[in-house]
């Protein structure tokens, strides 16, 4: 059985619907957003009891406060949730031989020089990438898989997402602003999961980047509005300096994920496929209920 943590997270609800689609035995837990099939329990108070309770076989950690400025706020929490918690779920995987797969992010580089290569040393500039540098950490030394993705969007449950509100604001006919001078690696939720599950299949071990292509904000936002035949006029370029923020953000953080791509077979970092299975799910309606 494979237990999936932040169940209600955009990540983690992809990655519970994709191992059920393909016949595994998953059980999702969530902490505050209920979600149909997965147990709520809090992690940050009792990491260990609910894999004592259910024992399995492998564990997708995708739970984390997220939210980066908080992070730097409230440190104590964030430490909690995003590292001590990572820590004594690796240690409980290893003790018991379950195989584990973190999910972290592009944030535990500094933003220097963007492409960053899994062998690249991590440096994180705030205290969120700091917190999941210790749980790649604990998880590498448990023998686990370490995911790293980057700017997640997607339909689902979860917080609200970047790619999703530029889909929602252009097709009401409203306008996007969008920062030209920072760049990441825009990631389908859904892709995610894709990848999660061929980790999970081939039994992969160590750090894999697995995120979309180098863009700025504003780059993505115009693919976008391409992609779904949304008008470009709307997307409006505004400077990084023109947003306050009480953490600072990586000025370059984009993943070199061609390791993966070879690796699993999966197209992550292809935007146009991407973008395509993005369309999809709009025109599916699959957004409308908030469940992906």
Not at 36 to 50: I, S
Not at 60 to 65: D, G, I, P, S
Not at 140 to 162: C, E, H
Request: overall charge neutral; proline content about 5%.
């Amino acid at each position: 059985m494979i237990l999936v943590t932040g169940a209600s997270s955009s990540p983690g609800f992809k990655i519970l619907e994709r191992l059920r689609r393909e016949g595994w035995e998953v059980l999702g837990i969530y902490n505050q957003h209920p979600v149909e099939g997965a147990v709520q329990w809090d992690l940050a108070k009792d990491p260990v009891g609910v894999l004592e309770r259910f024992s399995p076989d492998a564990v997708v950690h995708a739970a984390a406060l997220g939210d980066v400025d908080r992070c730097e706020v409230e440190p104590a929490l964030c430490y909690r949730v995003n590292a001590v918690t990572t820590r004594e779920i690796a240690r409980w995987c290893s003790k018991r031989g379950a195989a584990l797969v973190y999910l972290s992010t592009d944030y535990v580089f500094p933003g220097d020089r963007g492409s960053y290569r899994e062998e690249d040393p991590p440096r994180p500039v705030n205290y969120y990438g700091l917190t999941k540098l210790l749980g790649e950490e604990a998880a590498l030394a448990a023998g686990g898989a370490v995911v790293r993705v980057a700017w997640i969007y997607g339909f689902g449950p979860g917080r609200q997402n970047f790619g999703r509100t530029v889909v929602e604001k252009l097709s009401r006919g409203e306008e996007v602003r969008a920062v030209v001078d920072q760049w990441g690696s825009p990631t389908l939720n859904t892709l995610i999961a894709e990848v999660v599950a061929k980790v999970l299949e081939k039994s992969i071990s160590g750090i894999l980047h697995a995120a979309g292509p180098r863009l700025s904000r504003y780059e993505f936002a115009l693919a976008i509005a391409e992609a779904f035949g949304f008008s470009k006029e709307l997307v409006k370029p505004i400077k990084a300096a023109d947003l306050s923020f009480k953490a600072p953000r990586p000025r370059d953080s984009s993943l070199d994920s061609s390791l993966a791509v070879s690796t699993l077979g999966v197209p992550v970092n292809d935007i146009r496929y991407a973008l395509s299975i993005f369309k999809k799910e709009w025109e599916e309606g699959r957004h409308a209920d908030g469940r992906g």
